[in-house]
Structure formats: C-alpha cells, structure tokens
C-alpha cells in the first residue's frame, strides 16, 4: 500500500510503523519563559524527532485541545511558518513535513515552504478551500474523524453506533475530497481519538481498529498523552508516557500504519519489538 505525499512516498507493504512527531509551536511550547515563540528551539526539537525515528513531523501552530479557542490566521502563520521554513532547510530530505492546520491559506503557504502533508483535524468541513489546496499540490491528506468542533466536540459525543458512524463520516469526507480532486493514493485515515468522544467510545475504536483496513487506505492514530489514558490511569498529561506506550504498542499490533506522538525515542523502541513479532507471526 502506497501514500503519496507529492514527491515523497511512503510504501507501507513492509509492515512497519511509522512514526509521525508532534511538533506543537503554541505559546505554551518553545517560548522564551514570556510569550514569544522560539523557532530555534522548535527546529531543534524537530531534528532530535528525526534522529529518533519520526519519518514524518506534524508541526502546528493552533492548539486543537478540548474547549481550546480558535487561533486568527496570521498569529498562526507567524508560529509555523519561520520553523517550516528552516525544517525544510535542516530536515527536508530526510522527514516528511506536516501542516497540522484547518486553514486553506495556512496549508497553502506550507506546502509552498516544502511541507508534503495537510493534517487536517476537520477533513475540509472548515474551509472547503483547503482540499484543493491538497488537490493541486499532490499532498498527503490526513482524513480524521472529529464529532462537533474542538469548542463543542467533548460537551455530549452520542453516537448510535461508534464504528459505524465514525466510518460513515469517513467515507463521506474521502468522497468531498476526491470531488475536489485528491486522488485516493494522497489519503490516509484516522479515528480522531479523542475527538468528540468518551472513554468508552476511544476504548472501542481501538479495541476494533483493525476493523479500519477494510476502507483500504492506510491508517494513521494518535493517542499520544491523551485524556483517555489519564482518566484510565488517573495521570495528568506529563505522567501518560506508560499509557502512550501500551496504546502505541496496541495500535502497531491492530494496523496502524502511522502513529502520532510526542515522545518519539520511547515509542520507536517499542515500535521495533512490535513490528519484529508482527513479522515473525505472519511468515
Ligand atoms: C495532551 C497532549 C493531551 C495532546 C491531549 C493532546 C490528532 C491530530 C491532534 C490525531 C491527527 C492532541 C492534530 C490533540 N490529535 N491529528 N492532532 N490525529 N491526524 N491532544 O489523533 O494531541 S491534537
């Protein structure tokens, strides 16, 4: 199985795992103790991914959290775009570089500054606009599914069926991208844990993940320090690393082609065990 990502391509049919690092450029990461964002310690970040094993980093400039408020289009532009600039310089050919962005003009001038991939969390319901931008360029296209907005999305998720509804939603966003010209080779798809959804609804669509082979494009997951795992745990966010570790592990063992994390050195050991069993178990 193959995903094309403009020049680059990722050919999934050796069963390995690979790993997309988070690269957050929000006030919160990379700032100088006030409110100004480092990019030099964010492209610093970025390169130390790399040398640990993420194949693709998923740099954002909006913070996509629960109840989280919407960032204006130029502030976003000034986090992301001076540390996509010098990524590209330092890590160009060597990592895949991803938008993690719902904006058209943000995916845009990021894949004008080399970026290859457009991680959209909305799956073009946002701004429309941004599929062909992915369209024109040839780009990878994260497909993920989210109930609501990240404002409304953990208010109430229902569900009639988690599955179901979460590869229905799936099925239609991939046809409003292949209307606006993407071709099915650019698209990979995502559960969105986390994303409009309670514990019980994340432990199901992992529990059946397997189940998301069947739409036949490779599949990305990011569980990487989410609340699931705290509430499972009883953890904040910066004591989740055992938790990512065993969904990680769980997600590789169950067809993940990709997975999102933070902490790439942990989760490329255990991603080195799991694709090693997994091999031997199906020859
Ligand atoms: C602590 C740290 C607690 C991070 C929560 C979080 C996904 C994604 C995010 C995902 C794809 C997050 C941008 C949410 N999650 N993109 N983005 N798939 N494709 N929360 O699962 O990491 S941000």
């Known amino acids: 199985m193959l995903w094309q990502c403009r020049h680059h391509s990722f050919d999934f049919s050796d069963g390995r795992t690979r790993i997309m690092g988070v690269l957050n450029v929000t006030p919160d990461s990379f700032s100088d103790g006030g409110r100004f964002l480092e990019p030099r310690a964010a492209v610093d970040h970025a390169i130390a991914m790399a040398e640990a094993g993420a194949e693709i980093v998923d740099v954002g400039g909006e913070s996509s959290r629960p109840g989280a ?3 204006p289009q130029e502030e976003e ?3 992301v775009m001076p540390v996509l600039r010098e990524c590209a310089r330092e890590l160009g050919a060597r990592v895949a570089l991803s938008i993690d962005t719902t904006k058209a003009e943000v995916a845009r001038q990021a894949l004008d500054a ?3 991939i457009v991680n959209d969390i909305s799956a073009g319901r946002f701004e429309p606009a941004l599929l062909s931008v992915a369209a024109r360029t040839g780009a990878g296209f994260v497909l993920m599914h989210m109930q609501g907005t990240p404002r409304t999305m953990q208010a109430s998720p229902r569900y009639a069926d988690v599955l179901g509804d979460v590869t229905a939603f799936l099925r239609e966003r991939w046809v409003a991208a292949r209307t606006a010209g993407i071709a099915d080779e650019q698209v990979v798809i995502d559960p969105g844990i986390g994303f409009g ?3 019980e609804h994340n432990l199901e669509l992992l529990a ?3 189940e998301f082979a069947a739409l036949g494009r490779p599949v990305l997951v990011g569980t990487s320090r989410k609340s ?4 499972l745990l009883d953890r904040d966010v910066d004591h989740r690393l055992a938790g990512t570790l065993a969904s990680v592990a769980w997600c590789a063992a169950h067809g993940a082609n990709i997975v999102r ?3 790439v050195q942990e989760s ?3 991603l080195r065990v799991i694709d090693e069993l997994r091999r031997k178990a199906t020859t």
């Open 268 to 270: 490329a050991q255990v």
């Open 261 to 263: 994390v933070h902490d």
């Open 197 to 199: 959804k309670t514990l």
């Open 208 to 210: 059946r993940l397997d």
């Open 228 to 231: 699931f795992i705290g509430q």
């Open 69 to 71: 408020a919407a960032v």
């Open 114 to 116: 080399g970026a290859v």
């Open 77 to 79: 532009l000034r986090r």
